[in-house]
């Protein structure tokens, strides 16, 4: 029987994060990981790395491509006649990025020496002070021990009671990212990260695109500005139509595609009929059939493991991380986590700041945002500064044909210390991490209004909306 000092369950940003950490800390460290790819060959990298955030992003990059050279590339002097997309080709490329990254993290694996085991891992209990594991569903099942384990299973998407998922004509995140052909209508059921993102994919190929959303509010938990700003940017500008406040009824197959039917916002009752449905209403965290009975743990009502502030389970040398535990479902959160968990084991101080943790929608344009938005700073009766500056008023942002979208900084009015930031614009992902970076160190606005930022640059933006806070902005 194979004795490690540390056990990850799941090989997700999460777990493998958590294993590679392990394994710098110098302990016998395996990984279980089940995935298997489509053509049935093992990979690590979980939900983000082979259906998720790493393959939409390939999908993402390669209909913005085709939309500018459809759309920008004349306003550079560029003329391109018979454009053409290979929906095939495509894919392929989605594909390879996928497999270069799951290839890279078995590369760290060995650098690191962590055994990857390949099949289901689950509780068989307690033993010598540790805990015995069974790994099945690979070549083989095999038992094994550990001091410590980390759990870190992820998620899975929320399917609809009684509408079947097929990945054909009813798609979760998986069939999204596989179609095989442009349809010519295509309907999305929820309007929020991953709907947005895929709906967006489809659209710039020359879908048609509705979107169905049960919430009253666009993007209720982004900052209202910047909801308001990208509510005109998807509908109409970019010609997505999302309808708010749906009531879900009947959804079926039939010969020609899927019809929905639903009442909107206003009672009528109404009917969407697709070639392609996408059900994209949030996911569920991936913990049952893990044994947890067998040492003493189980899980609340949604499925999620309970755990302290540091990521503890009630059983002593178990940790849970990433999905499977309280707070927002995103990888680089459980990869904070899992660094934490792995540190703590080791008997450091390890530590996530869950008040700094960036939130990143992957549209065009994006979408992203740390800290406190402008309506909870009010509910919570806060005494607070704003600060804004508009893409549009920058050089570079100019230059590059991106003016849309701004920076909004939200600071106390006493202290200036940062509470918020949010930002909208074509590279926004990119421009939030100086944002984090300066709430992590508490920074006040000022500090940031005071470095010097490289010029022309697009991060002059964040600098012009933190002088913004005093009335200080230069270029407005």
């Not at 891992?121 to 038992?143: C, I, P, Q």
């Not at 059983?315 to 309280?326: I, L, P, S």
């Not at 934490?340 to 390890?350: D, L, R, S």
């Not at 309506?375 to 991106?402: D, I, M, T």
Request: glycine letters at 12%; one cysteine or more; proline letters at 3%.
């Amino acid at each position: 029987m194979k004795n490690f000092d540390v056990v990850v369950i799941g090989a997700g940003p999460a777990g493998y994060v958590a294993a590679v950490r392990a394994g710098q800390l110098g302990f016998t460290v395996a990984c279980i990981e089940k995935w298997r790819s489509p053509k049935g060959e093992a990979a690590l990298g979980g939900t983000c790395l082979n259906v998720g955030c790493i393959p939409s992003k390939a999908l993402l990059e390669s209909s913005e491509n085709y939309e500018k050279v459809l759309h920008s590339f004349g306003d550079h002097g560029i003329s391109v006649k018979g454009v053409e997309f290979d929906v095939a080709k495509m894919l392929a490329r989605k594909d390879a990025v996928v497999s270069k990254n799951t290839k890279g993290i078995e590369f760290l694996f060995r650098k690191n020496k962590v055994a990857w085991l390949k099949g289901h891992g689950k509780f068989l209990g307690t033993a010598d002070g540790g805990y015995r594991l069974e790994v099945s569903g690979g070549d083989a099942t095999e038992v094994v021990t550990a001091k410590n384990v980390i759990i870190a299973t992820g998620s899975k998407a929320r399917h609809l009671p009684d509408v079947p998922v097929d990945n054909v004509r009813v798609c979760d995140n998986e069939g999204a990212l596989a179609l095989p052909a442009v349809p010519k209508t295509l309907g999305v059921i929820g309007a929020g990260v991953i709907g947005l993102e895929l709906g967006s994919v489809w659209r710039r190929l020359g879908a048609d695109v509705t979107l169905l959303e049960a919430l009253p509010s666009f993007l209720a938990s982004c900052d209202e500005a910047v909801a308001k700003d990208a509510w005109k940017a998807f509908t109409k500008e970019q010609g997505l139509k999302i309808n708010l406040g749906v009531r879900l009824g009947q959804v079926r197959q039939t010969r020609s595609g899927v019809t929905v039917e639903y009442t909107d916002a206003d009672g009528r009752a109404q009917k969407l009929e697709c070639e392609r449905l996408i059900v994209s209403i949030g996911r569920v965290p991936n913990t049952e059939n893990l044994g947890l009975e067998s040492i003493g743990l189980k899980t609340d009502a949604r499925g999620f493991i309970d755990v302290d502030g540091h990521c503890r389970t009630a059983a002593r040398g178990v940790f849970a991380v990433g999905d499977v535990v309280r707070g927002p479902m995103l990888a680089h959160k459980g990869e904070e986590e899992g660094v934490m968990a792995a540190e703590i084991i080791a008997g450091q101080a390890g530590h996530v700041n869950y008040e700094t943790i960036p939130w990143v929608i992957y549209t065009a344009p994006e979408i992203a945002w740390v800290g406190k938005t402008e309506q909870q700073l009010r509910a919570e009766g806060a005494a607070y500064k704003v600060g804004s500056f508009p893409f549009s008023a920058n050089g570079r942002a100019l230059s590059q044909g991106e003016p849309g979208g701004f920076v909004k900084v939200l600071a106390d009015a006493k202290t200036d210390r940062i509470l918020g930031v949010h930002v909208i614009h074509a590279h926004a992902s990119e421009q939030i991490a100086e944002a984090v970076l300066a709430m992590e160190f508490m920074a006040a606005a000022e500090d940031v209004a005071r470095t010097c930022h490289a010029h022309p640059s697009l991060s002059e933006v964040m600098k012009e909306a933190m002088l913004g806070v005093d009335k200080r902005s230069i270029h407005i």
